[in-house]
C-alpha cells in the first residue's frame, strides 16, 4: 500500500522524527515568527476547512497521520532511543509565568534539580512553567551559575504577547550561549497555536489534536508527576492524571506531587478534593503536597529509586 502525497501541506504527515526548535523555528534569525514552520503550520490549522469538503478531507486525514507518526517515534524513543536512558517525569504548571518571575526561577531550578538527579523531564512543551522547566532540565548538566545567567538573559523579554519574534529571539540566544544540554522532552499542541513552543526541549513531540497530547503526555510520565501553580489546564491535568491512577492497578499508580500548599489548598483547593478521591484507592499513598520543589524532587527519587541509572543522555 502506498500512500499519496498530499498537496498543500507545510508539513510532511509521514516524517519520521520528532521536531526540535530549530526545525521549528527555522529562519528565524533573519524573519519574523510568521514566516517559521511553527506559524505557517498554525496558519495552516486555522483555514484548513475553509476550501470545499474535498480539502477538509484531505486535512483531516493529513493532520491524523502526522499524529499518527509523531505518536510512533515518541515511542521509540521512549523505548530504546535518546529519551530511554531514565524515567520521565512530567512537569506541569501556568503558561503565563513569566520570565523574570519568581515563579518562573522555581520552575527553572525544578527541571534542573529534576535532571540532575537522573530523571528526564517532560512539559506540555509551551511558554511559562514549561519553558522554565525544559529550561532547568536542559542545562541541568552544568552549574547553577549557568542557569543564573540564563534567567537573566531570558529576563529582557518576559513574555510572548507583545512579540513572538522577540521571545524566541532571546531563546535561541541562550541556546547558542549553550549549544548542548541534556535531553528532555516537550509536547505542545498546534490546538493552542497561539502559545508558542519553547526552544529548550530537545526532543519536541508537537500533535494537532490537544485531547492525544493531553492524554500522552500523562500516559507517559511514568516517574511520576509534579504539578506547580497554574489554572484550568492544570486543573485539568491533575484531575485527569487522577482518574488513572483511580482507575489503575497498583503496580500501575505513578506519584502526585503538589508544589505550593497555600495555592493548592485555599487558592485552588484541588489538593483536599484529591485527597477524598484517593482515600481507599491504590493512588492513597501517591499524593503528595509541598512547598518546596527540592522536596518534591526527594520524594520522586525515593519512589524512583531503582529505576534512576544515573546516566544523563546530551542532546
Known amino acids: 500500500l502506498v500512500f499519496p502525497e498530499i498537496p498543500g501541506l507545510p508539513f ?19 524573519g519574523s515568527y510568521e514566516t517559521v514552520p511553527d506559524a ?10 475553509g476550501a470545499g469538503a474535498h480539502d477538509a478531507l484531505n486535512a483531516a ?40 518571575s519568581d515563579g518562573y526561577a522555581t520552575a527553572a531550578r525544578l527541571g534542573y534539580a529534576l535532571s540532575g538527579a537522573g530523571f528526564i ?63 528532555n522532552l516537550g509536547i505542545p499542541t498546534w490546538f493552542y497555536g497561539h502559545e508558542p513552543p519553547n526552544m529548550f526541549a530537545t526532543h519536541i513531540a508537537k500533535y494537532f489534536a ?7 503526555l500523562l500516559e507517559k510520565c511514568s516517574g511520576g508527576i509534579v504539578f506547580m501553580p497554574g489554572a484550568a489546564g492544570t486543573v485539568q491535568e491533575i484531575f485527569q492524571d487522577a482518574c488513572e491512577n483511580f482507575y489503575g492497578a497498583a503496580g500501575s499508580i505513578s506519584p502526585m506531587v503538589l508544589v505550593g500548599v497555600d495555592y493548592w489548598t485555599r487558592t485552588l483547593p484541588a489538593y ?44
Request: aromatic letters at 6%; zero cysteines; hydrophobic letters at 45%.
Open 12 to 30: 510532511d504527515p509521514y516524517r519520521g522524527e520528532l521536531y526540535s526548535g530549530g526545525e521549528l523555528y527555522a529562519g528565524l534569525e533573519t
Open 121 to 183: 523531564v517532560a512539559t506540555g512543551g509551551g511558554p511559562g512553567a514549561m519553558e522554565a522547566a525544559n529550561l532547568g532540565a536542559y542545562l541541568g548538566a552544568g552549574s547553577t551559575e549557568n542557569l543564573a545567567e540564563a534567567l537573566e538573559m531570558l529576563a529582557v523579554e518576559p513574555g510572548f504577547a507583545s512579540s513572538v519574534t522577540r521571545w524566541a529571539r532571546a531563546a535561541a540566544r541562550v541556546r547558542e550561549r549553550w549549544p548542548v544540554g541534556l535531553a
Open 61 to 100: 486525514l493529513s493532520s491524523t497521520l502526522h499524529d499518527h507518526a509523531i505518536g510512533a517515534r515518541l515511542e521509540s524513543q521512549i523505548r530504546d532511543g535518546a529519551l530511554a536512558h531514565a524515567p520521565l517525569v512530567g512537569v506541569m504548571g501556568g503558561h503565563a509565568q513569566q520570565r523574570g
Open 210 to 216: 490537544n485531547a492525544t497530547r493531553e492524554a500522552v
Open 40 to 49: 505557517r503550520i498554525y496558519a495552516w490549522l486555522s483555514h484548513r476547512y
Open 272 to 315: 483536599p478534593l484529591l485527597v477524598d478521591l484517593a482515600r481507599g484507592r491504590a493512588m492513597e499513598d501517591m499524593v503528595f503536597l509541598v512547598d518546596e520543589p527540592s522536596e518534591a524532587v526527594r520524594i520522586l527519587v525515593e519512589l524512583n529509586d531503582g529505576s534512576i541509572s544515573g546516566v544523563r543522555g546530551l542532546a
